[in-house]
């Protein structure tokens, strides 16, 4: 049988990151990881990043959700993965940061696959900062965001490195009091050793039912803009500090001034990252979050322009 892990994780959280240290560390053990994974907006980001990983078997879901509403997607891609690779030793499921990872983890149980696929458990990313200040998200989303961490199997309680040991020993305590039944591990950059996880993964698990608070009918919305031209830096970046804090998330390519290729943009959290590129992809950018239609993207055109 095939095991399976499913990451979950808030928008921004790290999951990628993660996703990508397994990979790698799957391939030193000689295994051969697939992947499926769900993008909550349009184009695959971040299945881009699997894709530089070389030739790892890989099914996208793009705007929709692993869960219940997408069962029959999913079901479909697994089987896709299933039928075209013979070889598979481990499936790694990362689900869009919209996502309930019990409704998440429910749609991979098919009969189709009963006999083929092992349901290891579910690892779940949390952003250290975000989880001190839950507070400022509003109600649904808050409510999500600690769905998610309540129902892990294993908990990363990332980006510690971005906190004081003051606060690092806040987040680690409680929430070592909401999940206590999960491990934790404090994560820079969601690196930690994948033979720890199968290792927690693999010893018996106590059955708890607790009600689940649902991810559906959630405010999220994305909106996809493209760039008509070169952006100067400092310009651009000026204009993502004005965003409002409903803004969760950004990802995508754009073109810098005196700059061949568009640069790899990610937004998480007031946080910025920019990576240069070394293909020239398209200059196009996804927005997550809520109340987006109250954004003045006037203040950025030219270079801007809605799709």
Not at 32 to 50: C, Q, R, T, W
Not at 117 to 136: C, F, M, P, Q, Y
Not at 235 to 253: A, N, Q, S
Request: glycine share 6%.
């Amino acid at each position: 049988m095939i095991d399976v892990y499913l990451f979950s994780g808030f928008l921004g959280s790290g999951k990628t990151s993660l996703l990508l240290h397994t990979i790698e560390q799957l391939k030193e053990q000689g295994k051969k990881p697939a992947v499926l994974m769900n993008e909550f907006g349009a184009l695959p980001f971040d299945s881009n990043a699997v894709e530089g990983e070389g030739d790892i078997p890989l099914k996208e879901l793009l705007e929709g959700c692993i869960c219940c509403t997408g069962a029959e997607k999913t079901e479909a891609q697994l089987q896709g993965l299933l039928e075209e690779n013979d070889e598979i030793d481990v499936i790694l499921i990362e689900t869009t940061g919209a996502a309930h990872p019990v409704e998440a983890l429910d749609a991979v149980y098919s009969p189709l696959f009963a006999d083929r696929l092992k349901i290891k458990g579910i690892v779940t990313v949390a952003d250290s900062r975000r989880w001190l200040e839950r507070d400022k998200l509003s109600p649904q989303i808050r409510a999500l965001f600690m769905e998610q961490i309540r129902h892990a199997h294993v908990l990363l309680a990332n980006k510690a490195d971005l906190l004081t040991e003051e606060e690092l020993a806040t987040v680690t305590m409680e929430l070592s009091h909401f999940n206590s039944t999960a491990p934790i591990i404090q994560t820079t950059g969601a690196k930690v050793a994948f033979s720890f996880i199968e290792k927690v993964l693999s010893a018996p698990k106590k059955e708890e039912q607790q009600p689940i608070i649902s991810g559906k009918g959630l405010p999220l919305s994305s909106k996809l803009i493209t760039f008509t031209k070169s952006v100067d830096q400092e310009t651009f970046e000026e204009w993502v500090k004005t965003l409002p804090d409903t803004v969760y998330r950004m990802k995508g390519y754009v073109p810098i001034t005196g700059s061949k290729n568009p640069f790899l943009f990610q937004y998480a959290y007031g946080m910025v990252n920019w990576l240069p590129e070394y293909v020239k992809m398209e200059p196009r950018l996804v927005i997550i979050g809520e109340g987006l239609e109250s954004i003045n993207y006037d203040s950025v055109n030219p270079f801007l322009d809605e799709i």
